[in-house]
């Protein structure tokens, strides 16, 4: 049996809890990442398994169909199709990386610890900002690795573009963090989780502009594209990279042609505004459905 | 400052058709260790969920540390630790880890905390595991570092909602070693004159031989209190002790006890046995009656009424048949085997 130390060692020194505020709020959070943190420095399997699928997209896609492109005599111009799949298979790895660390905290609730957080005397949006700002973390790092491979697909080392990317990836991640733990908060089953990456992060991947440019789409298809809040977060990535890239205004014309509206071309400040204004109603709907469920 | 740990008055909490509690008052004194009892199903979850501000009364008021759980639910929440039935730490992270975890959620203050982190974990003697991950404790291990947990903040109560279901008998008998110390540790805090920080130990159990380790106990049945008070007054209601003496002369000691305390006795199994209220404290008299009366006294035993026949007095059923007429669905592990 464990030796049990002196009862009276437990009154030695007090501990205050202090009223809530803003402070309070800033350290729940700030520990809940710190967590996210600690996780993914011990799940380096993680880290890797989760580079296989957007290197597979990037060269052996971005290969295979350049090729089947040129011999079948399209004109890709100046931009081989790696390099423009370059930003959209950056996103399609956030996309990924931070709808499961959104839908992680299924297994929070599955093994209890779901519960020591929420009945914790801090606000539930105190716990969410935490978990969406550890999610968008861990895919903004893992995305560092293929920033790295930027030269091998024609893409230059530049700096500012680096760390524009980094910002834009960030939030985007951020976004999708928030809806993940938004379809998350009323799955009770880890099983269930699954189904919902494939039955909605997948079709966000097809419907975002991430494959392929969103100019001279059939119609369905161009209402798809614009419904979805992922396009928007793609598109300035595109942007970015595209600003960097020495090609022609036609060819830009071609591979990035922006998202326009009827006649209305989206600029890309308006683009991180609405990407904002989605990660906000996401991770709002998110908290009101956990405060509900528990 | 003297307000009652816990106050409720007239508690209700209905679930669509179900009445889950029906009509409670309660009040438990700072630094008690109050246990609640009853078959599973019985009320018991509801009303602890109700007084850690989880689940909302439907009627009547309840008042934890002198503050509503309605009303001032976050202050309630910053007085209080919790100890739930399943587990809820984070088996990755370290024993300290969870702790630190739990400092920071609950605002602990830094220049305190770490030393309060040993000082819980020395107390329930996982100080030299605080490194290891907690997937790699022993169940016993994992419920006394929740217990550290839920006191890590200087809560004024600590409610533990069957703290020892699934464990094996020696874990729980240390479990309730380390609870009755925190009592203990109270006392001390008094006779020194310190400040009343009072731990005051709130746990529901339905193992009717835990609840010998409390103070008072309340014994619910379909939602309502149907006994409360001390587990000696309680077995004293139920019935009297059963004072077996061995004597040289059986015939004697009859005539001697009737005489003396107009008792009748009997002889069972070569022994004089009579039945008074309180068992140990008619013995020293019946010595003294006997011995006058020159009759030798070879051996003495009390035997006490248990709990459970206190509950098969308020119930008119054993807690087993209780828990097995309401099927293995209610039973906790079940639960959580369907999700819930």
């Not at chain 1, 290197?55 to 295979?64: A, R």
């Not at chain 1, 990456?197 to 494959?211: D, K, N, R, W, Y």
């Not at chain 2, 009320?43 to 934890?64: F, R």
């Not at chain 2, 533990?160 to 540790?185: C, H, K, M």
Request: with cysteine.
């Amino acid at each position: 049996m464990t030796q049990l130390e002196d009862p009276r060692a437990l009154r030695v020194e007090a501990v205050r809890v202090p009223q809530s505020g803003l402070v309070t709020e800033a350290r729940a959070a700030s520990v809940v990442w710190q967590r996210e943190m600690i996780r993914f420095g011990k799940d380096r399997a993680r880290i890797l398994s989760s580079l296989a699928q957007p290197l597979l997209f990037l060269f052996v896609l971005g290969s295979g169909l350049g090729s089947l492109l040129s011999s079948a005599g399209g004109r890709s111009g100046g931009v081989a199709l790696p390099t423009f799949l370059f930003p959209g298979v950056l996103a399609i790895s956030v996309l990924f990386t931070a709808a499961f660390s959104g839908i992680s905290i299924v297994w929070d609730r599955e093994f209890g610890f779901l519960r020591e957080m929420l009945v914790a005397p801090v606000s539930t949006t105190s716990i969410l900002v935490g978990k969406a700002v550890g999610g968008a973390t861990v895919a903004t790092l893992q995305c560092v690795l293929l920033l790295a491979l930027a030269g091998l697909v024609g893409v230059p080392y530049d700096p500012l573009m680096f760390l524009e990317l980094l910002c834009l990836i960030f939030l985007m991640a951020f976004m999708i963090c928030a809806l993940g733990l938004m379809l998350a908060a009323r799955l009770k089953q880890v099983q269930t989780a699954m189904p919902m990456v494939q039955l909605i992060i997948t079709p966000l991947m097809f419907l975002s502009g991430a494959l392929f440019p969103l100019g001279n789409l059939p119609t369905w298809l161009t209402i798809l594209t614009h419904v979805n809040p992922m396009t928007y977060a793609v598109e300035p990535l595109r942007h970015v990279v595209f600003d960097r890239l020495d090609v022609s205004a036609a060819d830009r014309a071609r591979f990035d042609p922006g998202i326009s509206w009827g006649s209305f071309a989206v600029p890309t400040w308006l683009e991180i505004v609405l990407t904002v204004v989605f990660s906000v109603l996401l991770l709002g709907l998110a908290v009101t459905r956990f405060r509900r469920t528990d | 400052m003297d307000a009652p740990a816990v106050e409720v008055r007239g508690l209700t909490k209905r679930y669509g058709e179900v009445e889950a509690v029906r009509g409670i008052d309660l009040e438990v004194a700072r630094g008690e260790t109050f246990g609640f009892l009853g078959p599973n199903g019985a009320g018991k979850s509801t009303t602890i969920n109700i007084l850690c501000t989880l689940v909302e009364p439907t009627g009547g008021t309840a008042a934890v540390a002198g503050l509503d759980v309605v009303a001032d639910r976050a202050a309630v929440r910053r007085r209080i630790g919790l100890v739930f039935q399943e587990p809820t730490l984070d088996g990755p992270m370290s024993g300290e880890q969870n702790l630190r975890f739990h400092g920071e959620l609950y605002g602990v203050d830094r220049r305190t905390a770490a030393a309060r982190r040993e000082e819980v974990l020395r107390t329930v003697g996982l100080w030299e595991r605080r490194a290891d991950p907690v997937s790699t404790y022993s169940g016993g291990m994992r419920r006394r570092l929740e217990i550290a947990r839920g006191l890590l903040h200087s809560p004024q109560v600590l409610f533990l909602d069957e703290p020892t279901i699934g464990l094996d008998p020696q874990t729980r008998a240390s479990i309730w070693n380390y609870l009755a110390r925190l009592g203990e540790a109270e006392e001390i805090a008094l006779a020194s004159g310190a400040t009343g920080r009072g731990v005051t130990v709130f746990v529901t159990t339905h193992y009717m031989d835990e609840a010998e380790n409390c103070d008072r106990i309340a014994i619910m049945n379909e939602g309502r209190i149907v006994a409360l008070d001390t587990p000696e007054a309680l077995k004293a209601q139920v019935g009297a002790d059963r004072v077996v003496v061995g004597t040289d002369d059986d015939e004697a000691a009859l005539v001697v006890i009737r005489r003396e305390f107009g008792l009748e006795a009997a002889v069972h199994e070569g022994a004089v046995t009579v039945s008074v209220p309180k068992g140990a404290e008619f013995v020293p008299r019946l010595f003294a009656a006997l011995t006058a009366d020159g009759v030798g006294v070879r051996s003495v035993a009390v035997t006490r009424p248990s709990l459970d026949d206190v509950f098969l007095a308020h119930t008119g059923t054993t807690l087993r048949d209780a828990e097995a007429s309401r099927g293995p669905s209610m039973h906790p592990m079940a639960m959580r085997m369907r999700g819930r």
